[in-house]
């Protein structure tokens, strides 16, 4: 059974950086391609970045591209986001989620291990 626990979340000013962590509990880890998606209030929930299950291919939104880093741990079963010039737009609660195979998904649907989510607030 593979369970996901994010943390690292919080409030920030705009133009300011978090770091979110998701600690991966199951076997395998190594064989997951590992995504972040976002959902603000009232809206549908986003792809924001992925990574490969080798770490060597990342995908990102446009919307966060330049400005957000994925990165993940083989080792100690971990993926993070970096999130650097932080904008209001990017509050949302942000969800880890895992997905079986060698490719990066970006897709909702492609994933079927998802944490509970964690708080993101940027103030103007």
């Known amino acids: 059974q593979v369970q996901l626990v994010e943390s690292g979340g919080g409030s920030v000013q705009a133009g300011g950086s978090l770091r979110l962590s998701c600690a991966f509990s199951?076997?395998?880890?190594?064989?997951?391609?590992m995504a972040w998606f976002r959902q603000a209030p009232g809206k549908e929930r986003d792809f924001v970045s992925a990574?490969?299950?080798?770490?060597?291919?990342?995908e990102y939104a446009v919307s966060v591209k330049g400005r957000f880093t994925i990165s993940r741990d083989n080792d100690k079963n971990m993926v993070y986001l970096q999130m650097d010039n932080l904008d209001p737009e990017d509050t949302a609660v942000y969800y880890c989620?895992?997905?079986?195979?060698?490719?990066?998904?970006?897709?909702?649907?492609?994933?079927?291990?998802w944490g509970r989510g964690i708080q993101v607030t940027v103030s103007s």
């Open positions: 989620a895992a997905s079986w195979g060698p490719l990066v998904y970006t897709g909702r649907n492609a994933y079927f291990y």
């Open positions: 990574i490969a299950s080798s770490g060597r291919d990342r």
């Open positions: 199951g076997r395998g880890f190594d064989a997951y391609c």
